[in-house]
């Protein structure tokens, strides 16, 4: 273990000062999604203000898995194939491959650490029929961009001993990885705020009224009951986002949930790939630490705020157990914490960013592997905010579901 | 899974927990006990480890005597006891158990108590992390169970009711006490009037407290008060005490420091009740600092804001041994109560003299706790340079610059990985805390502490996975 320098959050003095009156750019939530795009956005000239409601980072974007999701995974596919949604799943393995390309470079661009390791991540089968699909799957990937291997039995067994000698085989995508949740966000306010963001915490949004003769002030926003003028709004908040688009008679089509995660004690490094399961819940890596951090999709209870989701010995068990069934070192390993988050996933699955053709200012950008996706999705925002024109692929609109078309306010 | 059904699961074998299992098991309950150490009798009558045969227990002294013969009632009244049995998880009345070796079971009871102790206050100064630096508690069970003496020339820091209490059981066990430090003030006459005006009823309290004292000032052990340990220095090892005297708030006066050669430091400033599981059951907590900061809060019978959880003895705020006791039976008598078992007659009957004796010990107490107010210096030791997590490695310094913006502990830790290691902030919580309050003003009482999580104690994965339990597949999609 490392004796850690200071880090220097020079920009934390300012989150509690008084909120400018107007800006052009107002971003809601402070996670990795609002976080990245005030950085994206500072960079590009653009005025911007982010308020969040309690402290930054400590919702999905902090307590999240730290996993580049670039393979398909279980938590897209609603069986165990791919014909059904071969085209949604093209457009997103698109998608991550070039989000792959933006964490290759984040923390050059960001000039500082955010443990990142691209050490390639394996996604195994047990079943023939996980094994047909891994199959199924690559010729998808293949086709969309995203390099990925098939390793079958032996081979599989040569290239990470440690796992299993049960299981019938792997993809391996050499760019997959992870990074440290504790410090994307963090890392990405200091330099948003160092490039003239400006960045506010306790300061809840409670209020968006709608001016459309405003001009280039059409919204005014009362967070901790002080209003601020924009001209622009994004909707940043996460597993939240219908609280704040109830504000403005918008509905998105996304649900809360609360997800399990556990974490070990830490061990020597064995495990240098990021580990998930194509037809069970599991995501296995081994941190910078040496600690082991296990998840996959298991549920947390949902508790009432301000409490934090409950975690269940159900789901610790469960999730564990998939664990030591694909790297049976894990046994004697010891656990030491489980904690949960909450995070939005979108009804099919697939990001929604940009502006709401209904209300005309208003942007959302939530996406359901959000840790993953969120710098790059902010990119995208950013550079639409700042140019007019925009490259966000049409599936993401933010209008494209019925159900979640506006009611009138 | 669910394996066993009791109608009282007691977790923790200390004095509370043993004198609950044998008073409810007396009332017609089926009750099991568990403890995660090897022997049952808890923190003060702990009993010696496996592989030590007891021929003269005289000889072992009085604390081993009395830890037996609470073991022995509650084994002949025919509670179940589980020694090596930690409980991991609680949710209601449903716990987790895991036995050293074995794999987690979960355990239905249709009353809870929960009995877990204290463990000693962490103090964190220059030095604190250097090997021959232990803690009270860690020294006096190297040498209840191993009968090992922690070194040959022992310096003792610390305060409070049980602070002379050490260095005098080690005193006892042989070994080479050079100087006891104590950040509370000599006993005036007036203290001393107070507490037997207080005692009355409590003789034996006061016969240990001042037996310890006595044997001690016997020894020829130097006996220093309103002096506080302000550094441990050493290559590789402590080799040198530095110390200091302090104001009423337990700052150190600039100008009296004085060195001690020594190569062992113990260091007991009072004790933390230890929450885990109650924090965890979701009970209620106020705080106070004199009691060892959060204090669950409970009713007349001794339940917790829980249904039918409850909870006695030093993890409720540490009162010793004798309290504990009573607290156990009281607790015991309550769930009998409302298991029916007893009826309210009955059991206000059987409660009365507890509740009695409880009431004065409560005076005993207060008197003490005047005594040993814990003073806010005890958190301003470290420099900027001193680790406070020993788990992560993360100095005051780095800390103090993570509490720039925020005073929330969560925060911190999250910015720092503070809190996050092994221990899961059992030792630097506490200290975390008290640079936030320092930083921001506020008092620790204030501040939000770390979400309470499953399991309380570190398990192997081997004995918690449990492939029966299905994950839910795939992620639905709406169509
Ligand atoms: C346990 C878990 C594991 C995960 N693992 C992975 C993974 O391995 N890889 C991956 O790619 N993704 C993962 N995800 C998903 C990912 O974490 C999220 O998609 C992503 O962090 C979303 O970022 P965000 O900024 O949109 O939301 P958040 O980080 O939740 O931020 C939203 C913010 O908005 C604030 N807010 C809400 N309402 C208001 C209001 N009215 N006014 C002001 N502020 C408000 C909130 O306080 C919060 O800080 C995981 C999620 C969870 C919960
Ligand atoms: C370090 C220390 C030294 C002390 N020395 C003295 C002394 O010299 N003289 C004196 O008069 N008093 C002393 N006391 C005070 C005295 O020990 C206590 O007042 C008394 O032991 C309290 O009894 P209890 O039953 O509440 O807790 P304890 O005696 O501490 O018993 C609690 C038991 O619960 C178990 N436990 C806790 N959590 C779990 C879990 N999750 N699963 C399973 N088991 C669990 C522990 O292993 C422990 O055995 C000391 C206290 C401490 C903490």
């Known amino acids: ?5 200071a880090p220097a959050w020079p920009f934390a003095r300012e989150l509690r000062a008084p909120l400018p009156e107007s800006t052009d750019v107002l971003i809601i939530g402070g996670g990795l999604a609002g976080t990245a795009l005030a950085y994206y956005l500072a960079r590009a000239g653009v005025e911007c203000v982010l308020v969040e409601r309690a402290e930054l980072n400590r919702e999905a974007s902090g307590t999240n898995a730290g996993s580049f999701h670039f393979q398909i995974a279980l938590h897209q596919l609603t069986a165990l194939e791919t014909g059904n949604v071969r085209e949604r799943l093209q457009t997103e393995v698109r ?18 650490s955010l443990e990142i390791h691209i050490t390639g991540g394996l996604m195994v089968a047990e079943t023939p029929d996980e094994f047909r699909l891994l199959h199924e799957k690559r010729e998808l990937e293949e086709e969309a961009g995203l390099e990925t291997h098939v390793l079958e039995g032996e081979e599989l067994r040569a290239f990470a001993p440690y796992l299993a000698d049960d299981l019938l085989g792997a993809t391996w995508c050499p760019d997959e990885g992870h990074a440290n949740p504790m410090l994307a966000a963090p890392l990405f306010a200091a330099r948003a705020a160092e490039a003239g963001a400006e960045l506010r915490t306790h300061a809840e949004v409670t209020r968006v009224e709608v001016d459309p003769d405003g001009g280039a002030r059409r919204f005014a926003v009362t967070t901790a009951a002080v209003r601020v003028h924009a001209h622009r709004v994004v909707n940043a908040t996460g597993a939240w986002a219908n609280e704040v688009c109830g504000l403005v008679g918008l509905r998105l089509p996304i649900r809360a949930e609360g997800l399990h995660l556990n974490v070990t004690e830490p061990r020597e490094r064995v495990l240098e790939p990021m580990v998930q399961h194509i037809g069970r819940r599991l995501t296995l890596k081994q941190a910078t630490n040496g600690t082991f951090i296990i998840g996959g999709g298991w549920p947390a209870n949902p508790e009432p705020a301000p409490a934090r989701f409950s975690t269940t010995w159900e789901s610790t068990a469960g999730n564990v157990a998939v664990a030591v069934r694909v790297l049976p070192l894990l046994a004697d390993v010891k656990i030491v914490r489980t904690w ?36 790059l999705l902010a990119q995208l925002l950013a550079e639409e905010l700042a140019t007019g024109r925009g490259t966000i692929p049409p599936q993401y609109s933010i209008d494209r579901d019925p159900a979640g078309q506006p009611t009138t306010t | ?17 043993l004198a609950a299992a044998a008073e409810a098991v007396s009332a017609g309950l089926a009750v099991c006990l568990v403890d995660e150490r090897p022997t049952f009798g808890g923190q003060i009558f702990k009993q010696p480890g496996p592989g030590f045969r007891v021929t003269d227990p005289a000889a072992v002294g009085r604390e081993y005597v009395r830890g037996r013969e609470l073991i022995d009632a509650a084994e002949r009244a025919g509670a179940l006891l589980l020694p090596r049995t930690s409980a991991l998880a609680i949710r209601g009345t449903t716990v987790v158990l895991v036995e050293d070796g074995a794999n987690a079971r979960t355990v239905e009871a249709r009353q809870v108590l929960i009995a877990p102790g204290a463990h000693d206050r962490p103090v964190v100064f220059p030095g604190w992390t250097l090997p021959g630096v232990l803690t009270a508690g860690g020294a006096q069970t190297l040498v209840k169970t191993q009968r090992v003496l922690p070194g040959e020339r022992i310096v003792f820091a610390g305060s409070g009711p049980l602070a002379l209490a050490f260095p005098a059981q080690l005193r006892g066990y042989g070994a080479n006490v050079e100087l006891v430090l104590e950040a509370g003030p000599a006993p005036g006459v007036r203290d001393v009037l107070r507490l037997l005006a207080a005692a009355r009823g409590n003789t034996s309290l006061l016969r240990d407290a001042v037996g310890y004292r006595a044997r001690l000032l016997r020894d020829r052990v130097p006996l220093r008060y309103r002096r506080i340990v302000v550094r441990a220095e050493g290559e590789g090892r402590v080799e040198e005490v530095v110390h200091a005297s302090v104001d009423t708030a337990w700052r150190p006066i600039p100008g009296t420091e004085e060195r001690v050669a020594a190569d062992t430091l113990c260091v007991g400033y009072g004790f933390f009740p230890s929450v885990e599981l109650l924090r965890l059951a979701g009970c209620d907590f106020v705080y106070d600092e004199d009691l060892g900061g959060p204090v669950v809060v409970r009713d007349e019978w001794l339940r917790t804001t829980v249904p039918n959880v409850s909870a006695a003895g030093d993890g409720t705020g540490v009162a010793g041994s004798y309290v504990a006791i009573d607290e156990g039976r009281l607790a015991a008598l309550g769930a009998a109560l409302d298991l029916e078992a007893l009826t309210a007659d009955a059991a206000v009957a059987r409660a009365a003299p507890l509740r009695r004796r409880l009431a004065r010990k409560e005076a005993f107490r207060r008197a003490l706790r005047r005594m ?17 997590c020993r788990c992560e490695e993360i100095t005051a310094g780095t800390l103090d610059a993570a509490s720039e913006g925020t005073d929330d502990v969560n925060v911190v830790k999250s910015l720092t990985r503070a ?13 975390i805390a008290a640079t936030l309050a320092l930083r921001h003003g506020g008092s620790l009482g204030s501040l939000p502490v770390a979400t309470a999580r499953p399991p309380v104690r570190p398990v192997p994965i081997g004995a918690v996975a449990d492939a029966s339990l299905e994950d839910g597949g795939f992620f639905t999609v709406e169509s």
């Open chain 1, 340 to 375: 949960s988050g909450v995070m939005a996933f979108t009804a099919d699955l697939a990001p929604l960013v940009g502006e709401s053709a209904r209300l005309p200012g208003f942007h959302t950008l939530i996406a359901t592997t959000g840790f993953t996706l969120s710098p």
């Open chain 1, 95 to 112: 998608l991550h491959a070039e989000a792959a390309e933006v964490w290759k470079t984040l923390e050059r661009e960001l000039a500082g």
């Open chain 2, 1 to 17: 899974m669910t394996d066993a059904t009791y109608d009282l699961l007691i977790v923790g074998g200390g004095p509370a927990g």
């Open chain 2, 419 to 431: 809190g996050m290691g092994l221990c899961q902030g059992r030792n630097c919580q506490r200290q």
């Open chain 1, 1 to 5: 273990m490392r004796a850690e320098p």
């Open chain 2, 372 to 388: 040993y107010a814990v003073g806010p210096g005890i958190y301003e030791l470290a420099t900027p340079e001193t680790v406070v």
